[in-house]
């Protein structure tokens, strides 16, 4: 045993951080020399480098409003199209999280309460993929920013945690919610048990009934869910009366949980997506990866995201747009998304509803149409991960030694059909659908919005109107 015993180095580049303390491996690394024992009997001495600083948890999130030269267009009433006023938005959400959606201020704390329950799981690792290297033959360096490590396997709960918490601090009983695959669903359900909140959650038909593994990971953390459309709601009787075998949209589902918030005081609505303060709350993958980035001496050159509704790709990118901004880096920044759903290739920027049946504010978004129905996906970083690979197999043709730091948002291990479909060779290959997509951008209701705001002769407060997105 003994003899197959070697001494090891803890190089900079091979240690990500846990807690408040580095790790090496599954080895806590101290300042002082630590004698450890090593699975195989071995025993070895390891030692922090020195300078190297320990990561925690970032003890506020970062609000990108804050640095931009031109701030997002106001969100506006759907009734009236006027811009929304925060009465309006409080039969949906707590008082603390409309100031959020608003706030210009750079830096926003995190309470106490949840930085406690983030420790569960972060700092989250930040992770070199050599062997992908390797495969790849490539001169680039591959890192990942791993959040799939949390309790619901993905990004969400950084935002879950946060919402129900204020939720809880304003007396709120119970939430509810929309899912699709179930990871946010389940992230919600996960922070409601640690707050004590009743959880309601609309699950889009065909995941409900092809993805059973989400519901009894929702179920069991005490969330009741429903099929959506269900006959719980007017907006989906509705759709259930046109087509009673209908497979359910987000779309669809966020109709019937924003339904149920609105008519209910004591019941308010969650977001997983999209809005700015949860985006806010994603900052932390972020904040954290610029620190463990500058720990081990690199500096990434390009930063790739899968987007959906944006969060994971915001949470990570935003602080280093931040950084970007103020001159101190330069990297690209690469967002990703599939060719069945291409709302920032193949859509327009334009105002439009979050929903199908347009009972929510409309905000100004890359869009294919409010009900436009993607082809079933996997929302899941494999988008990510084919940029990345594309990116690094660039690198080795130009003998580049790029720095490649990419979003690993979450773990496909409740997806495992898909991958028995892949197994089988039974994927395939989906991509848009030129015609749907035109039939579903008509609906888009740009020009009711303009005409509606040039009665209103507010034309000083949209000067930004029709500008493009912020360049990066
Ligand atoms: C929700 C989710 C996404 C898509 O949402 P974004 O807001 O774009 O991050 C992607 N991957 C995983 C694992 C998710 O849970």
Redesign the pocket.
């Known amino acids: 045993m003994a003899s197959s015993c070697s001494s090891f180095n803890a190089k900079p580049s091979t240690i990500f951080t846990k807690g408040e303390e580095p790790w090496l491996g599954g080895i806590s690394l101290k300042r002082k020399p630590t004698s450890v024992r090593l699975s195989n009997g071995c025993r070895a001495r390891a030692t922090l480098a020195a300078g190297f600083k320990p990561v925690g948890v970032p003890s506020q999130w970062y609000n990108l409003i804050a640095d931009l030269p031109v701030k997002p267009p106001p969100p506006l009433n759907p009734k009236t199209f006027q811009p929304v006023k925060p009465e309006d938005l409080s039969p949906l959400f707590p008082n603390e999280l409309i100031k959020q959606e608003a706030s210009t201020d750079r830096f926003i704390d995190i309470p106490e309460e949840v930085l406690d329950i983030y420790r569960l799981w972060r700092p989250t690792p930040l992770i070199r993929a050599k062997r992908l290297e390797k495969l790849l033959k490539t001169p680039a360096k591959i890192y990942y920013k791993y959040?799939?490590v949390s309790p619901?396997?993905?990004?969400?709960p950084n935002t879950a945690v946060p919402q129900v918490f204020y939720n809880a601090q304003q007396g709120i009983r119970n939430v509810v919610t929309e899912t699709?695959?179930g990871?946010?669903g389940s992230?919600l359900a996960f922070a409601c048990s640690l707050f004590g909140l009743n959880c309601e959650v609309w699950q889009v038909r065909a995941s409900y009934d092809q993805k059973p593994y989400r519901r009894m990971m929702m179920e069991t953390w005490g969330a009741k869910v429903h099929p959506s459309p269900s006959t719980i709601t007017d907006a989906g009787r509705k759709i259930l009366d046109m087509d009673p075998s209908s497979p359910g949209s987000l779309g669809i589902a966020i109709s019937e949980a924003v339904e149920v918030a609105a008519a209910n005081a004591d019941t308010k609505y969650c977001l997983?997506?999209?809005l700015n303060h949860?985006?806010l709350h994603?900052t932390v993958i972020g904040e954290e990866c610029i620190k463990q980035m500058e720990a081990i001496g690199e500096t990434p050159d390009v930063i790739i995201?899968?987007?959906?509704?944006?969060?994971?790709?915001?949470?990570l990118s935003f602080p280093f747009i931040r950084e970007k901004l103020n001159g101190k880096i330069n990297p690209v920044i690469k967002a990703v998304e599939p060719a069945a759903c291409p709302s920032l290739t193949k859509g327009v920027y334009a105002y439009d509803y979050g929903d199908t049946a347009g009972m929510t504010p409309l905000m100004k978004m890359h869009t294919l149409g409010h009900d436009f129905i993607p082809d079933p996906i996997h929302?899941?970083?494999t988008h990510a991960i084919a940029a990345t690979i594309r990116e690094a197999l660039h690198c080795r043709e130009t003998g580049e030694a790029k720095v490649i730091l990419t979003?690993m948002?979450?773990?496909?291990h409740f997806d495992l059909p898909a991958y028995e479909k892949y197994l089988q060779g039974n994927i395939v290959d989906l991509s848009f659908e030129e015609e749907k997509i035109q039939a579903s951008l008509a609906k888009v209701p740009q020009g009711k919005v303009e005409r509606s705001l040039a009665v209103q002769n507010k034309e000083s407060q949209f000067n930004s109107f029709g500008d493009g997105p912020f360049n990066l």
């Open positions: 959040e799939g619901a396997g993905s990004h969400k699709g695959a990871q946010w992230s997983g997506s999209v949860v985006l994603q995201g899968c987007t959906g509704g944006g969060s994971n790709f915001a949470g929302a899941e970083p979003a948002c979450g773990h496909g």
